[in-house]
Structures are given as structure tokens and as C-alpha cells.
């Protein structure tokens, strides 16, 4: 699909998505993808519609949240969001934006990630932290905790003991571990009030898959 195709999808702001989207994500992770980011905006658009904010901020900061793809096994992944924020700072100063707008953007992009562990300070960084955790979570979430798994080599759970009811967690070797060690405890971090209702939806959708999964097995 070409750029100007996945453009579309960030109307009105689409000719500035044409141009970033070349160097928004990695073409080979399914999980941060073209894809992923039209769920963010998507997120983001739901929640400005209740909480306000500034719509070409917000494009721009869900368009390059993930430009520096960093693997979640790799060292260096609490240091993704910072290195993002670095090379959107660049591109949107080539863009010609004027320096505040560059470092709204580059703070809603270093504040993003869990992993970062910062808080955002602005309405725009709120909106896509939340956003960006939204899509963590629900069915979207279950399926992506998944296909990481399957990139990093994880099982899907451990056949003795799959609750960790005898064992420690450990969501580097099985996948229905990420649900308790992360993906549970997300909703409580929400930085709006409409990402938080959205959260508590999601985790409840979520709650279902692993109780099916479990029922299965």
C-alpha cells in the first residue's frame, strides 16, 4: 500500500502524514507498524474529542512516537522513545516548524513509552501516551502480546503452571505472563479521563481473552 493510501487515514492532516510516514515506523515489526499507527491516531482522535488539544501536535507525535524501532529484549529499549524524540525533533525542523511546536512534539514523544517511565506534562503528551496504551490493551493488545512472543521465541504459557501459581512470573519466556506482569496494570496509569474509561473497557475485553485462553487449555 502506498504512502499517499495510508495517508488518508490521518485526515485532515494528510499531506503532512504523506511526507512523515516514509520515516515513521519499521517495516518489519507487525506490532509497530502503519497499522499501529492509525489505531494511535484513531485513539487520539476519540480522546480530543472529549479533552481538547491540538490536533497537528498530536498528528505529528502519533505519526513518529515509534520512528527509532528499538526489539523489546533489546538494552537499549528505555532509551527508544528518547532516541524517536531526537530524530522527530530533526525532521520536523526540516519541516520548518518553529522551535516550540518541534519540542511539544519531541516531549509527547519522549514521554510516550512505559518503559521511559516519564511523565507528560502537557495536555497533547497525555493524549498520546494514552492513546499509544490503548493499544496495548483489548483485543488489539492480546493480539500484539502475542505476535511479540512469537518474535522474541516466548511460549505462550507454561503447560504446568500457566497462572504462575508455583512459579515466578516471567513474561520473557511465556506469553500469558505479559498479561499479569503488564498489561493489567496499564489502566491505572491513564492520563484522561476518556482514556481511562476507554482503559477499563479494554482491560476488561482483555480479562475475557486470557479467561478464554485458559478455559482452553
Known sequence: MSFTCLAAAFSPLDGLA??????????????????HLIRVWKNARRIRAEEGGDLRLLAAAVLLHDCVAVEKNSPLRAEASRLAAQKAAGLLTAEGWNAEDVAAVAH???THSFSANLAPQTLEAKIVQDADRLDAIGMV????????????????????????????????VFAIDHFEVKL????????????ARMAQERTERLRAIRAMLLDEI
Not at 18 to 35: T, V, Y
Not at 184 to 193: H, I, N, S, V
Open 18 to 35: 504523506e511526507r512523515l510516514l516514509p520515516q515513521a515506523f519499521s517495516a518489519d515489526d507487525g506490532s509497530h507498524d502503519a497499522a
Open 108 to 110: 509527547a514523544i519522549l
Open 184 to 195: 493489567f496494570k496499564l489502566a491505572d496509569g491513564f492520563q484522561t479521563a476518556a482514556g
Open 141 to 172: 493488545g492480546a493480539a500484539r502480546c502475542f505476535y511479540i512472543a512469537g518474535r522474541m521465541g516466548s511460549g505462550l504459557y507454561d503447560p504446568l503452571d500457566p497462572l504462575a501459581e508455583n512459579r515466578p512470573l516471567d513474561d520473557k
